[in-house]
């Protein structure tokens, strides 16, 4: 099972990004995806998941809105469109995953397998 998260960079207050989280090694339609984030000196948070279609999504209160979750299994990958982007979201972004079958939440206790992580920083 691997999961790479690639699109991060650096963007001004405002401007957009779309992270993709690449998979490969398990059936992707059978997985929900969840991305999370750690800045410098906080601890890690979720942002949005994804279930078995792009109808089932949830999004943290603080980038409801703005950023918009997307599955294609085709493609084996997993998307992440942040869109008005303010300094407070910089930070590590990963991507990870858990079998659909098993439920499990939105939590980084909810995810089974993790990838590395794609750098944004914000600036004001």
């Known amino acids: 099972v691997q999961l790479q998260a690639s699109g991060g960079g650096l963007v001004q207050s405002g401007g957009s990004l779309r992270l993709s989280c690449r998979t490969s090694?398990?059936?992707?339609?059978?997985?929900?995806i969840g991305w999370f984030r750690q800045a410098p000196g906080k601890e890690r948070e979720a942002v949005s998941c994804i279930g078995n279609s792009n109808s089932n999504t949830s999004y943290a209160d603080s980038v409801k809105g703005r950023f918009t979750i997307s599955r294609d299994n085709a493609k084996n990958t997993v998307y992440l469109l942040m869109n008005s982007l303010r300094p407070e979201d910089s930070a590590d972004y990963y991507c990870?995953?858990?079998?659909?079958?098993?439920?499990?939440?939105?939590?980084?206790?909810?995810?089974?397998?993790w990838g590395r992580g794609t750098q944004v920083t914000v600036s004001s």
């Open positions: 090694g398990f059936p992707l339609e059978q997985f929900g």
């Open positions: 990870a995953t858990a079998p659909l079958v098993l439920r499990r939440p939105c939590t980084i206790k909810g995810m089974v397998f």
